[in-house]
């Protein structure tokens, strides 16, 4: 793993409780998540589709080393919140990203959070099934 120094441009990511930050430095492409290769960090091919969609989209995939560290939630979670984060950053290094980005839907932050559970029920919506006798 190369040594990361200099100055970066940093994105914050968010889904549901998974807050991940991005950090580009100028580089080589290298892409790093909780001091792991992107590729054994995130194992689900859904979700290595989902961390490299704004790189693709952008054509930025050999211009950044990326350092990753994302926190809560499960590992789909985590991969959106790298998204929206590296999403966010790429915007901050070029600002004409941002219209490609938008279009694509990864500037977007996804607001759906499991919905708390209600007193009286078994869950956030499930009762007690009714019987009449």
Request: a positive charge; zero cysteines.
């Amino acid at each position: 793993m190369a040594e990361l120094t200099g100055t970066y441009i940093e994105g914050i990511g968010r889904r549901k409780t998974a807050v991940a930050r991005v950090r580009l430095y100028a580089g080589t492409g290298e892409f790093v998540v909780n001091d792991k290769p992107y590729n054994q960090y995130f194992t689900r091919p859904m979700d290595l589709a989902l961390v490299q969609g704004p790189l693709n989209v952008a054509g930025a995939r050999e211009k950044f080393t990326i350092s990753v560290k994302v926190l809560g939630g499960g590992p789909t979670g985590q991969a959106d919140a790298v998204r929206h984060g590296l999403a966010r950053a790429l915007v901050k290094s070029d600002e004409s990203l941002h219209s490609m980005l938008r279009k694509s839907g990864f500037m977007t932050r996804d607001a759906r959070v499991k919905e708390r559970k209600k007193p009286g029920l078994k869950r956030a919506r499930k009762a007690k099934q009714y019987t009449k006798r």
